[in-house]
């Protein structure tokens, strides 16, 4: 990769999926010496992994029209910035058990509808007619969204990386940061383990560690990592070679095809926050019982290999998105809660727009920062 400059224009501190959006929309508008400073390598934390979801099936207005931005901006990667990311619409299909979750679900759908999601309910026979591996009988209703699909996350940042770096951009890997530097509450530098770089706009992209980041500058991001642990089974070719992304929404307990393959995974309730990165097998019983009452021929199959990764969970689970109110000229694009893949594109198009002061797609301001210090949380539901 690049040696870090003397100076730039902008500096983004991250380079995963978000980071990496960033910093190709940003050198595509045209805005000179953009740095992506990453304190590992592109992509190389939860980005890194190998099959990320997206979905438009949120149950807040802003989450879907971010959502439906990136999932447009996605159908079109192979054009702009130009990559087969592996695309696959199978769609997501959200189990639902509970008269209670299937009336928030028809609230959702309606919001998601006006927005030009064709997300629809159905019946347990429909749902086990597009995943055969579903119990009809576990469950009373389920939503459905066809332009739903998963696609590679690790393939989706590299391509964003090249696309910045042929328009100008530079990339720092294996670069920590260590002090962002104020002078008179403006942005005067960053200072690295690779040297210093002036700059008077700082973009946060760091994920887990942008709560780091923001103290530095003395900015509160409300940023906790949280592990959360994937299984994959052992070659099943008997397995429909076309699974809808399925969710237990009760549960969290999900499963889709991965090649000749199936991942299994779930939110494990006790897990602790922290930076721990390693895959164990404790949860996997809990797993075990959620797959029993879903899908039950998973609930024994037998496992090959697992990972684990972070999310970065905000109070409530919705992103933080915006500049600091103050400290002049620092940005941020973080707390995505598990969907920084699904809402990369819409937020690498907003922060675009942020740095040249021109009006984003759609007003932001419900995601800044400062907003758990004016209200309680409001939660995102549909997050799993």
């Not at 501190?13 to 592109?42: C, K, M, N, T, Y």
């Not at 199978?90 to 209670?100: A, E, K, N």
């Not at 984003?360 to 758990?372: G, I, M, N, Q, S």
Request: negative net charge.
């Amino acid at each position: 990769m690049d040696a870090l400059p003397a100076r730039a224009d902008v500096v983004v501190i991250g380079g995963g999926i978000v980071g990496a959006s960033i910093a190709f929309h940003l050198a595509e508008a045209g805005v000179d010496d953009v740095v992506v400073v990453e304190r590992g390598e592109i992509a190389g934390g939860s980005s890194g992994k190998p099959i990320g979801g997206v979905r438009a099936q949120f149950s807040d207005t802003l989450n879907i029209q971010l959502a439906a931005r990136s999932l447009a901006a996605y159908d079109r990667f192979g054009e702009t910035p130009g990559a087969d990311i592996e695309l696959d619409q199978v769609g997501y299909l959200f189990v639902l058990r509970t008269p209670r979750d299937v009336a928030r679900f028809e609230r959702s759908i309606a919001i998601q509808n006006e927005h030009g999601i064709a997300t629809r309910l159905l019946s347990p026979a429909e749902a086990h007619a597009l995943c055969p591996l579903l119990d009809p009988g576990a469950c009373l209703a389920a939503a459905f969204s066809p332009s739903d699909g998963h696609a590679r996350p690790a393939v989706a940042a590299g391509a964003y990386v090249d696309g910045a770096r042929r328009r100008g951009a530079r990339v720092v890997t294996r670069c920590d940061v260590t002090e962002v530097e104020l002078r008179g509450g403006e942005i005067a530098a960053v200072h690295t383990s690779h040297g210093s770089v002036r700059a008077s706009v700082v973009v946060c992209a760091a994920g887990p560690w942008s709560s780091e980041i923001g103290a530095m500058a003395g900015v509160e991001l409300d940023v906790r990592p949280i592990r959360r642990q994937i299984a994959f089974s052992a070659p099943r070719p008997a397995t429909p070679a076309r699974l809808p992304f399925t969710i237990d929404y009760d549960s969290t307990f999900y499963f889709h095809n991965a090649g000749d393959r199936v991942l299994l995974g779930m939110s494990d309730p006790g897990q602790a926050t922290g930076f721990g990165r390693d895959y164990t097998e404790e949860w996997l019983p809990a797993l075990r019982r959620c797959a029993a009452r879903c899908a039950p021929s998973l609930a024994d199959v037998p496992l090959s290999h697992g990972w684990a990764g972070l999310y970065e969970m905000t109070p409530d689970a919705n992103a933080l998105i915006g500049e600091s109110r103050s400290v002049g000229r620092f940005l941020y694009a973080t707390g995505f809660s598990g969907h920084g893949f699904c809402q990369a594109p819409a937020a690498g198009e907003i922060i675009r727009d942020l740095v040249r002061g021109v009006p984003p797609f759609v007003d932001v301001t419900p995601l800044r920062a400062e907003r758990f210090a004016e209200r309680a949380p409001i939660l995102e539901a549909n997050i799993v």
